[in-house]
């Protein structure tokens, strides 16, 4: 079964960092562009950020909400991508997703989502 | 950027209803509108992608339809396994957005 999963949440205090992983399986990893998505509790979907596939220069993009704070990275050779996650704050905390392009570097939606990994800031 | 609402908001209906959501985009977002399902403590499931396309496997009791700026998500006959809550998203400009949801659940 094609699959993503996250690791790496927990409790945070705030102005720490953590870095959250999101290991693909049983499908080329390369091939696919890599969104990452929050939660909050009770709330909607938030879009964070993306990263490209190689074939398009791995370029990243960012919500305004963390540009400059968060990061998105991906090893290729491991099928793992990353979000760094810098200055955390109390409205980081959430449920964070991991998910893929059903067009590989396209405009058409998410079609393999992880189970979510969750982020506690506080103190 | 584009800001995506949902109608309604919560929605209350039973097995066998016909039930219509619409989703209304701020600026054109000419078809690449994606609906997913979401239910309690688990990921959202893509449903529908360019507006009207269903993803496979994806029951054909599901439908999408629109382009522009309204776009609606069909479930022609409820079935228990569909309540939950289902949200609209734009990928047509970044950031990619998503409507505020629609809560459907049973009479």
């Known amino acids: 079964e094609v699959q993503l999963v996250e690791s790496g949440g927990g409790l945070v205090q705030p102005g720490r960092s953590l870095r959250l992983s999101c290991t693909a399986s049983?499908?080329?990893?390369?091939?696919?562009?890599i969104n990452w998505f929050r939660q909050a509790p009770g709330r909607g979907l938030e879009w964070l950020g993306l990263?490209?596939?190689?074939?398009?220069?791995?370029?990243?993009k960012y919500a305004a909400s963390v540009k400059g704070r968060f990061t998105i990275s991906r090893d290729d050779s491991k099928s793992i991508a990353y979000l760094q996650m810098n200055s955390l704050k109390s409205d980081d905390t959430a449920m964070y997703y991991c998910?893929?392009?059903?067009?590989?570097?396209?405009?058409?939606?998410?079609?393999?989502w992880g189970q979510g990994t969750t982020v506690t800031v506080s103190s | 950027d584009i800001q995506l609402t949902q109608s309604p908001s919560f929605l209350s209906a039973s097995v066998g209803d016909r039930v219509t959501i619409t989703c209304r985009a701020s600026?054109?977002?000419?078809?690449?509108l994606a609906w997913y399902q979401q239910k309690p403590g688990k990921a959202p499931k893509l449903l529908i992608y360019?507006?009207?396309t269903l993803l496979t496997g994806v029951p054909s009791r599901f439908s999408g339809s629109g382009s522009g700026t309204e776009f609606t998500l069909t479930i022609s006959s409820l079935q228990p396994e569909d309540f939950a809550t289902y949200y609209c998203?734009?990928?047509?400009?970044?950031?990619?957005?998503f409507g505020q949801g629609t809560k459907l659940e049973i009479k």
């Open positions: 998910a893929r392009d059903l067009g590989g570097n396209s405009y058409y939606g998410m079609d393999v």
């Open positions: 049983r499908f080329t990893f390369d091939d696919y562009a």
């Open positions: 990263i490209r596939t190689k074939a398009y220069g791995g370029a990243t």
């Open positions: 600026q054109g977002i000419t078809n690449f």
């Open positions: 360019v507006a009207s």
């Open positions: 998203q734009q990928l047509n400009t970044y950031p990619p957005s």
